[in-house]
Structures are given as structure tokens and as C-alpha cells.
């Protein structure tokens, strides 16, 4: 029997992982497996040759430790879904029947697609096609799908934001300085959420918690008034400032994209509070590297998972993360909708336990443990 492998839309730490899981899972089983070039777009026949090679598990011992992917893999081209005027996404026709006309040719009995939201819709499309897909969830903003706990490559993008903000701290202590670093996370903010809490933050800020800046500058100024000498804000690149989200031209294809709320935030907090301050944008430091052993052990299952299900003949299905283990869900149901923090959880009511700032005024978020005294103080005192 021969498998299909392919990874498409942004790279992550953790892919490597994958494909060795699933390469090794298949050669178990006697089978071989072709790894596509540059996402779907190696589903495309080109006149200068194939874009597609034969995976052995010599080949892809050991890359699992490798962040990016072996494979490659691109954010655009011929399958990027359009949503046509009924809503509906879809992919170019021609383009369709010459990914099916490939897969045929090449007699695979299934296609595993490693991927995030729009791969995966991709991947949907093709199974309604009634080609034999697999996806897998891949994202660092862990925001792909409410069926999985967690996504690989996000734990590594938290592991470096981490060390980055510990990093960052030590000139924000030695200089007084309000530091902001912007996190990525799309429209989510577990990045934001999990290394804001890692790296003792003092503010973080998220989309699923509209936050309001006069806030913020109160409760800032009673941590300087209570002697702290740096303040570390984490800012995740889709949070609105004043509602707005804060987006940059991308000069070649003319997207707009999330970026820029870190520059913003810092020239305001440092007009209205009177210190100096600087901002990081982490950017996509969170994407490259080898992948924490979280990330290459969660690939490795996902690839393995991927297999059983093609052994299974369980197509049109996502694997998922559920508790601790390893599972399935329809492709479908994966993508139905984002996986976001909701405030009410019980992870942002720990953050609000240790101290962290989300600028609301929701109830519990107004007392700040002052860390340079030993009484506690009330924010709004101020
Ligand atoms: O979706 C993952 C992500 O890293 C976003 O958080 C970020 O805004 C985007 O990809 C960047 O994509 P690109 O690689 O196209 O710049």
C-alpha cells in the first residue's frame, strides 16, 4: 500500500515530528509513503519534474528534533480556499482535478494533511471529493479546534516567549523601563496567556478579554508607586486597541496582516504613565527551532494516529488531543470553530490569582499583589 503526505500553510515547530511518526508507523505496516513538496502544491504536476519524493524511515530518522519541515510548505498559492458568493469555501476546479488526477496516478490509498485552519478546510474539500484524507492540526496559536487540548508547536512558541520575556526583564529591571512584547496567536491568546503566566508578567492582553487602556495605566502606576521597578506587558498581536485591531500592509500580495499593537501599546503607556518604555516583537522567533520534547513527542502521536486511522479506513477525520490521549474527530468538526479562552476559565482566573492585569474591570481583577511590600495593594486605590 502507498500513503500521501503533505504540510501546508504557516511552518511549525513539530512537523518534522509528524512525518517521522507517520513514516515509521506506515513502514511497520509494509507500507511506502510519498511526501509532497510545498504543500498542495505538490499535488500539481510541473513540466520542470515531480514535487514529491519517496519517504523511507532512514530518510526521517531523527527529525523529529528538526524544527520547519523537511517538506516544505507555503502559505498561498492554487488551493488557498476562496469562499465563493454562497459562503461556500471551494477550490478552483481545474486545480481540484488535477490534485485527484495525481493521487491516482501515484495509486495512493490516502493523503494525510498536515495543516491549520485553512489546510484543514482544504483537506475537507478533498474529502468531500471523496479522496482519502487525514488531517492533523498544526498551529503555534493552539486556536485551531475546540476537539484538541492542545496543537503541536505551541508549547515550543511558549517555551520561547518565555525565555525571551526572562530575557527581556533584566533590561527592564536594570533601566525601570514598561517593556511590551507582542506575541503571535492570530485571533487567540493562549501564547499571550501561557508565557504571561510562565514569565510573571505583570499585564497581559488578550482578544477574549476586551481590555480598557485608562485600566491598564492605573494599575501600572500603583505597581510603580509600590516600588516595582520593571513592568512587563505581553500583548498577543490580535487584541484591539481601543476596539481596533492594529494590522500591516504586506507590501507584496496587499493582505493585511496582524501586527503592530506592541509598537501602539508601548507609545501610549509610556505618554500616559510617564516611563520610558520599549516593545519586542517576538514575530516568528515563536515558529523556528527545534521543537520542545512536548511538541516532538505530541507529532510523533499524531503521525502515528494518522496511520491507524488510514489501517482503520477511517477517512474524512481530524486527529485530535483530547486530556492525555490521542484521538479523532470529523474534519469537519475540527474546523467548525476556533478554539478561544473564555474569561470565565479557570486559567485566566488563576492569572487574576497571581497577580496578573487583563485590564477589564471584571470582578477579581482590581487586586494586585504588590511584590516590593508586604501588604497587598487594592489597584484602584490609586
Ligand atoms: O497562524 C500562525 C501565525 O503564526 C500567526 O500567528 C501569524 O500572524 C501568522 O501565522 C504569520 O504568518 P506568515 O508566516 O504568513 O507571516
Not at 492605573?218 to 490580535?238: D, F, L, N, P, Y
Not at 504586506?250 to 499593537?261: A, F, S
Not at 523556528?288 to 505530541?298: E, T, V
Not at 477511517?314 to 470553530?337: M, T
Request: glycine share 12%.
Amino acid at each position: 500500500m502507498i500513503i500521501g503526505i503533505l504540510n501546508s500553510g504557516g511552518d511549525c515547530p513539530g512537523i518534522n515530528a509528524v512525518i517521522e511518526g507517520f513514516v515509521s508507523a506506515a513502514y511497520k505496516r509494509g507500507w511506502r509513503v510519498i511526501g509532497f513538496h510545498d504543500g498542495f502544491e505538490g499535488l500539481l504536476p510541473i513540466e520542470s519534474g515531480r514535487r514529491y519524493e519517496l519517504l523511507t524511515p532512514q530518510g526521517t530518522h531523527k527529525i523529529r528534533a528538526h524544527g520547519g519541515t523537511i517538506l516544505g510548505t507555503t502559505s498561498t498559492g492554487n488551493f488557498a480556499v476562496r469562499v465563493n458568493k454562497l459562503g461556500r469555501a471551494q477550490v478552483e476546479p481545474t486545480t481540484m482535478a488535477k490534485a485527484k488526477k495525481t493521487i491516482t496516478a501515484l495509486g495512493l490509498q490516502a493523503l494525510a494533511v498536515i495543516g491549520g485552519n485553512g489546510s484543514a478546510r482544504t483537506a475537507s474539500l478533498l474529502s468531500e471529493e471523496g479522496l482519502p484524507v487525514i488531517s492533523i492540526p498544526k498551529t503555534i496559536n493552539n486556536d485551531l479546534c475546540p476537539a484538541s487540548d492542545y496543537t503541536f508547536g505551541f508549547q515550543s512558541a511558549v517555551s520561547v516567549v518565555t525565555e525571551s520575556i526572562d530575557r527581556i526583564r533584566t533590561t527592564a529591571n536594570a533601566h525601570q523601563r514598561i517593556m511590551v512584547i507582542e506575541v503571535m496567536g492570530d485571533l487567540s491568546g493562549w501564547i499571550a496567556l501561557h508565557s504571561g503566566i510562565s514569565s510573571a508578567a505583570d499585564v497581559v492582553l488578550i482578544p477574549e478579554i476586551p481590555f480598557e487602556l485608562d485600566h491598564v495605566v492605573e494599575c501600572i502606576k500603583a505597581r510603580k508607586q509600590a516600588g516595582q521597578r520593571e513592568i512587563i506587558v505581553v500583548v498577543a498581536e490580535g487584541a484591539r486597541l481601543n476596539g481596533q485591531l492594529i494590522t500591516v500592509r504586506n507590501k507584496d500580495n496587499g493582505n493585511e496582516r496582524l501586527g503592530g499593537i506592541g509598537n501602539r501599546l508601548c507609545h501610549e503607556l509610556e505618554e500616559r504613565v510617564g516611563i520610558e518604555s520599549r516593545y519586542c516583537v517576538l514575530g516568528h522567533t515563536q515558529r523556528g527551532g527545534s521543537p520542545c520534547a512536548f511538541d516532538r513527542i505530541l507529532g510523533l502521536r499524531f503521525g502515528v494516529e494518522a496511520v491507524k486511522l488510514i489501517e482503520q479506513n477511517q477517512f474524512g477525520r481530524s486527529v485530535v488531543l483530547q486530556g492525555l490521549n490521542v484521538g479523532s474527530v470529523p474534519i469537519k468538526e475540527a474546523i467548525a470553530a476556533p478554539r478561544i479562552i473564555h474569561a470565565d476559565s479557570q486559567l485566566v482566573r488563576t492569572a487574576r490569582d497571581l497577580g496578573i492585569i487583563f485590564g477589564d474591570r471584571a470582578p477579581g481583577s482590581i487586586s494586585s499583589v504588590d511584590h516590593t511590600s508586604s501588604t497587598s495593594t487594592d489597584e484602584t486605590s490609586a
